[in-house]
């Protein structure tokens, strides 16, 4: 077993496993706050993706599946920072954030995450070595929550580790399951393991993707265990602290906060750590699994293999993001990607990129279908239309609502549709449709030929019905 001092060297900046990790906490509190420039000291709007306001409620408030740790402890935690609030009231830059957490520890970052959004940020724990992450927020003496994304296909040692979690931290994980709907709809038309044919793309988005995505538009904030060192293909770059480039939080898209605290730490040395601190691990750890994820979709690695090579393990070493982590795919890189994930044309056939919008409740309008659209003076009925591009984060942040919104919609004599605008489309998109910026909803109205376009950028379901509403 390692040393504390190796360990504590190799981990941290600070004397994290020196016997006493409340000093340690209270000096990671009580350092100056890193500089974070609001919007108005910079002196001038930076982008919008850049900033998004922390919650206000710093104070934990009550919960049913939150972890809350003794009063004692709690008290402590609160009495090491002088029961101060540190979420700052403007709005944060996420950029200058993460650049002044470059030197802090794991433990600092968990410590700073949690303060600053309370009862509002989650851990998202696989079932793997992220266990860290819970080890982590534990020592920080704050409350804190956890969930993790039970997709139906775990390994039976995976299922026990969560139990022995549990018991271990006395919490309840908080378990989010995918719609069994669309699970029935994907097994009953292609199979149980359609991911080793045409790529796992579809069923991460059905198991995994959909649940999370419903998951933190209850949060403000999230942490997850990336780390660099996992895949040199996708992980290269993630920072410690950033706007969530995919996912959308309780304020919507550019709002919701994603938390790395070991992005720069080695895998060997989250090993170091969880040996040291006699945390519970994944008894598939010791039959060769390292990254570990659904049963079918996981495989041990020999030594000296990388660790992903042991996750769909059939595909390219650029496609290995479930979703979950979208964001760290460069747009070309996600462009070469099949609709399902392997090279199939997708919709209009502009290029392989994986598409959303899909359900049988929205029409995939080709070039043709929307021209002709375009040109009918008298339809038998209106259309709402999403001109959209699969690769933009603000039409992923939009597949959930407008897919709610085409359900709604089923049989009320409104059709719902969707064309895919960017590429070759694009032009022409701009010239006839008003294509400005991904996405644009368009109306066509029954009786005339020109489509409206949706004026707002609020995208959810009552949105888009009052438009519909006052048009139709
Ligand atoms: Fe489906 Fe495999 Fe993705 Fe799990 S990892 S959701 S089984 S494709």
Known sequence: MASAAAISSSITSRSLLSGDF?????????????????????????PRRMLARP?????PTKRNDSVVPSAAVAEAANAAVGEEATAPSAAVDYEELNKALENASPLEIMDRALDMFGNEIAIAFSGAEDVALIEYAKLTGRPFRVFSLDTGRLNPETYKFFDAVEKHYDIHIEYTFPDA??????????????F??????????????????RMLKGLRAWVTGQRKDQSPGTRANIPLVQVDPVFEGVDGLGSLIKWNPV???????????????????????SQGYVSIGCEPCTRPVLPGQHEREGRWWWEDATAKECGLHKGNLKQDEAGKLGANGNGVAAANGVDGT?????????????????????KLEKRQEPWLVVLYAPWCRFCQGMETSYMELAEKLVGSGIKVGKFRADGDQKP????????GSFPTILFFPKNTSRPIKYPS????????????????
């Not at 709907?181 to 359609?194: D, I, N, P, T, W």
């Not at 992005?263 to 750890?285: Q, Y």
């Not at 998109?429 to 008003?434: G, I, M, Y």
């Not at 609020?458 to 006052?470: G, Q, T, W």
Request: hydrophobic share 40%; aromatic share 6%.
């Open 22 to 46: 409340k000093a340690a906490l209270i000096a990671s509190i009580r350092h100056p706050e890193p500089s974070i420039a609001t919007s108005a000291a910079s002196g001038g709007p930076r």
């Open 55 to 59: 919650c206000c409620a710093v104070e």
């Open 181 to 194: 709907g669309e699970v029935q709809a994907l097994v009953r038309s292609k199979g149980l393991f359609s």
């Open 196 to 213: 080793y044919e045409d790529g796992h793309q579809e069923c991460c988005r059905v198991r995994k993707v959909r649940p999370l995505r």
């Open 263 to 285: 992005a720069d730490v080695e895998g060997k040395d989250i090993w170091n750590f969880l040996r040291t601190m006699n945390v519970p691990v994944n008894s598939l750890h």
């Open 354 to 374: 994986v598409d959303i919008f899909e359900t049988q409740a929205i029409v995939n309008l080709s070039r043709p279908g929307i021209e002709n659209l375009l």
């Open 428 to 435: 022409f998109a701009q010239k006839e449709l008003r294509l």
């Open 457 to 472: 950028e609020k995208r959810d379901v009552d949105s888009l019905l009052a438009f519909i509403n006052a048009l139709r």
